[in-house]
């Protein structure tokens, strides 16, 4: 019986007693990314921000096809009305349904806002990763790039590029997109400085790899915190310049629809039809509360240092 015991004792030990004298339980670890979504989850603002997103990009991409109206259909005779059971948001000066605008806008300001931000996105990846990681005279110079790329407009180097080139919705993805990648750049060089001298990188190095599978499968992939929040603050800066193009009457051109095109003609008859410039800007400035608010959790999940609260 004594041997059978201890052989029990030493094959089960007993849990280690915390220090409140309760039996501990072995903790189980968690990832990086496993502890950046807890804290992400824990963020009330963050939670809403990506919820009102998703709400805003589902119903911008189907709300069109639910509605009786078309967004290109005008009633001259009907004309501007105010919002009623028949039109919720009301109608135009043409005739036209602004929630069904509202909404066919949507699509378009979204789809800017993502394409152009995917854009810049592997533009600015690739340009950071290759700067930061090659470094010497190489890095200088292309940073020098940047800083004189910096220097002009962004705004104003878009429109040389629409009036040259025509104001083709497709060249417009391209040309906001081709003007957002340089603070994307300085953010991955940034981080590539350091991530380029960790051992897994040095062990890749010796072990004979190339350089462009070091950069795209051991460099790119550990600097994608720094890059995830800032797409996701980059996609509202991108619509904002595209309701600023439209705006100046430089972005999406009639009778196709935009919030930033639909602000425009609200904010001429603002003072007759009020109706034409609130709901647009409403759900346009909640759109872009949302994304900032979901960009600031992603921000502060993926902060090393918020592992120490």
């Known amino acids: 019986m004594g041997n059978d015991r201890t052989t029990d004792v030493a094959t089960n030990p007993a849990p280690r007693a915390r220090a409140d004298g309760t039996a501990g339980v072995p903790e189980q670890g968690t990832s990086l990314w496993g502890d950046a979504l807890y804290r992400l989850r824990r963020n009330r603002l963050a939670r809403f921000g990506l919820a009102f997103s998703i709400l805003v990009t589902v ?6 096809y639910c509605t009786p109206y078309s967004y290109d259909a005008t009633d001259l005779v009907y004309g501007a009305q105010s919002p009623s059971p028949e039109h919720w948001c ?43 990681y090659l470094g010497g005279k190489l890095d200088a110079v292309m940073m020098r790039a940047v800083d004189i790329l910096y220097a002009l407009p962004f705004t104003v180097f878009v429109i040389l590029l ?24 300085r953010i991955v060089r940034g981080q590539v400085l350091f991530v380029r001298r960790q051992e897994y990188v040095e062990a890749a190095v010796a072990l004979g790899l190339g350089t462009p599978r070091i950069i795209l499968r051991h460099v790119i992939p550990n600097v994608l915190g720094p890059v995830i929040v800032y797409a996701t603050l980059t996609v509202p800066a991108v619509m904002l310049l595209e309701a600023a193009l439209s705006f100046l009457g430089l972005g999406v051109q009639p009778p196709m629809s935009s919030w930033g095109v639909l602000i425009k003609e609200g904010a001429e008859k603002m003072d007759i039809y009020p109706w034409l410039l609130i709901w647009p800007a409403a759900v346009f400035s909640l759109t872009l509360f949302s994304l900032n608010f979901l960009g600031d959790g992603l921000r502060d999940a993926l902060d090393p240092q918020g592992a120490r609260d």
Request: aromatic share 10%; no cysteine; charged share 10%.
């Open 162 to 185: 629409t009036v040259a080139f025509g104001q083709d919705l497709r060249l417009l993805f391209l040309a906001i997109g081709a003007v957002s990648w340089l603070t994307m750049a």
């Open 59 to 64: 119903v911008s991409f189907i709300g069109p």
């Open 90 to 132: 009301g109608t135009d000066t043409l005739g036209r349904d602004v929630l069904t605008r509202i909404l066919y806008g949507g699509r378009i300001s979204l789809t800017v806002g993502f394409l152009a931000t995917a854009v810049s996105l592997v533009i600015g990846v690739l340009y950071g990763a290759v700067s930061g």
